[in-house]
């Protein structure tokens, strides 16, 4: 139950990435969470929702874009996913591949609501 | 709706800290093993039998983590070897900053070797670098030979997989040609040692192979 601290880790990101008078401004913050990077979105919506009730980013929300598992076999030439982190080529048995993503952990957008825009 | 776009990784506070660690590591020439596997499967008695094939050859030093209690420390220190436990409190895992401030009680003047033994947790541990050189997997038979399908990030990021409690394969569930295969779908360039911290087999093989990587 690592998610608790990653939720902090995302919420410091976000402290230093939007001035204190806006933090009740954001509204989503979007992650890419890849599918072997070893976290549960379940239990990351939850930690994230503990730790921001009662503070200025009350309003936030997550969003997580899931990041498949994907690899690349050289000899192949082709790229191959599954969910289980398999990196042997499902082809040619080879070993000789590349993981191309589903181990990312990042926060990449943060959205504000703008409060300028809505005022006549 | 205005939008920041920033593309920053989630745990980069931690990947810096770590890579403080590593440099201090390197300055000091030591090697350093991030020993990490399910409760129970033998990392403590995978770090005693290391101790003992390196006594009197190589300096080696541990930190030791877990949830609660000092007794693998205990047990450490029943080697003279520099010992540090790490107490989480209820974390599941180490971080850079943990071992960091671990270091502070720990003298790695002349260590050429240090092994720092994780909290017994297959998923977790996997996403934080400590600064280590590599990342060793411990796997035992009692465990089964499903693991690795089951715990993918671990193998995923692991350098080498020790196969423990090979003694007890006339008696548990577990094959381990499918272990090994398992282990090596999911990371074809792990190395693999078949051991039996009772019998000490395979321990030879792993103390040679830390060895190589040891500097002079």
Redesign the interface.
């Known amino acids: 139950?690592?998610e608790l601290?990653?939720a902090q880790?995302?919420l410091?990101?976000v402290r230093q990435?939007?001035p204190e008078k806006e933090l009740p401004d954001v509204?989503i913050v979007k992650?890419q969470v890849g599918d072997?990077?070893?976290?549960v979105p379940d239990s990351l919506e939850f930690s994230f929702t503990v730790l921001t009730t009662d503070t200025p980013l009350r309003n936030a929300k997550l969003q997580i874009d899931h990041v498949p598992f994907v690899i690349l076999c050289n000899a192949c030439e082709k790229t191959f996913t599954n969910e289980?982190?398999?990196?042997?080529c499902p082809t040619c048995g080879g070993?000789d591949t590349k993981i191309l993503s589903g181990?990312e952990?990042?926060?990449?957008?943060?959205?504000?609501?703008?409060i300028k825009a809505e005022a006549p | 709706?205005?939008?920041?776009?920033?593309?920053?990784?989630?745990?980069?506070?931690?990947d810096e800290i770590a890579r403080r660690n590593r440099e201090r590591f390197s300055q000091r020439g030591a090697f350093v093993i991030n020993l990490v596997s399910s409760p129970g499967s033998g990392k403590t008695s995978v770090l005693e039998r290391t101790l003992e094939f390196f006594e009197g050859k190589v300096k080696l030093a541990v930190i030791e983590g877990d949830v609660q209690t000092d007794l693998d420390a205990q047990r450490i220190a029943r080697y003279h070897v520099p010992v540090v436990q790490i107490v989480t409190n209820g974390?599941?895992?180490l971080?850079a900053k943990l071992v960091e401030d671990a270091l502070t009680n720990l003298d790695l003047n002349g260590v050429k070797l240090l092994l720092i033994e994780n909290v017994g947790n297959l998923?977790?541990p996997?996403?934080?670098d400590l600064g280590e050189a590599m990342k060793v997997v411990v796997a035992s038979t009692a465990e089964g030979d499903d693991k690795p399908?089951k715990y993918?990030?671990m193998?995923?990021h692991a350098s080498a997989l020790i196969i423990n409690k090979i003694d007890l394969l006339p008696y548990v569930n577990c094959s381990l040609d499918v272990l090994k295969g398992n282990a090596?779908?999911?990371?074809?360039?792990l190395m693999v040692f078949e051991m039996s911290c009772t019998t000490n087999a395979g321990v030879p093989e792993w103390c040679r192979w830390l060895e190589e990587h040891l500097s002079g």
Request: proline share 3%.
């Open positions: 139950m690592h601290s990653i880790s995302i410091d990101i990435s939007v509204r992650l072997l990077a070893g976290v289980v982190g398999f990196v042997l070993a181990l952990l990042q926060v990449v957008e943060i959205e504000l609501e703008d | 709706m205005s939008v920041v776009t920033i593309h920053r990784k989630v745990l980069e506070k931690n974390g599941c895992h971080e998923v977790c996997s996403n934080y399908l993918p990030g193998f995923l090596l779908k999911i990371n074809p360039a």
